[in-house]
């Protein structure tokens, strides 16, 4: 059973920072196509960035574009997040999600098989 564990979640004000981390199974995070997923509470969950495991493309949502930043350390196993310039906005669970890398990372959850549990971000 293949299990994305995610930390760094938090309380933190307007303005501030906080740095997911996202760890997986060795074989995962250099060859699967790796996301962050936001849901805030009533609305659908939707895609904040992703990295693709070829040539390390990035994608990021235009509300967080300038603001948070994506990495990976394959030595780690770890995905990352960094998020500053916090906004009430960017309250929500967030979830690290993998899928077997096919040419590019999708945009849309159902696509993803592996998930991690979330991990709380509020932001006041």
């Known amino acids: 059973h293949v299990q994305l564990v995610e930390s760094g979640g938090g309380s933190v004000q307007a303005g501030g920072s906080l740095k997911l981390s996202c760890v997986g199974p060795?074989?995962?995070?250099?060859?699967?196509?790796m996301a962050w997923f936001r849901q805030a509470s009533g609305k659908e969950r939707e895609v904040v960035a992703s990295?693709?495991?070829?040539?390390?493309?990035?994608f990021l949502t235009d509300s967080v574009e300038g603001r948070f930043t994506i990495s990976q350390d394959n030595a780690k196993n770890t995905l990352y997040l960094q998020m500053n310039s916090l906004k009430p906005e960017d309250t929500a669970m967030y979830y690290c999600?993998?899928?077997?890398?096919?040419?590019?990372?999708?945009?849309?959850?159902?696509?993803?098989?592996?998930w991690g549990q979330g991990t709380q971000v509020t932001v006041s």
């Open positions: 999600a993998a899928h077997p890398r096919n040419g590019y990372c999708s945009l849309v959850p159902v696509d993803y098989t592996v």
């Open positions: 060795g074989y995962v995070t250099p060859s699967y196509c």
């Open positions: 990295i693709y495991p070829d040539d390390g493309s990035m």
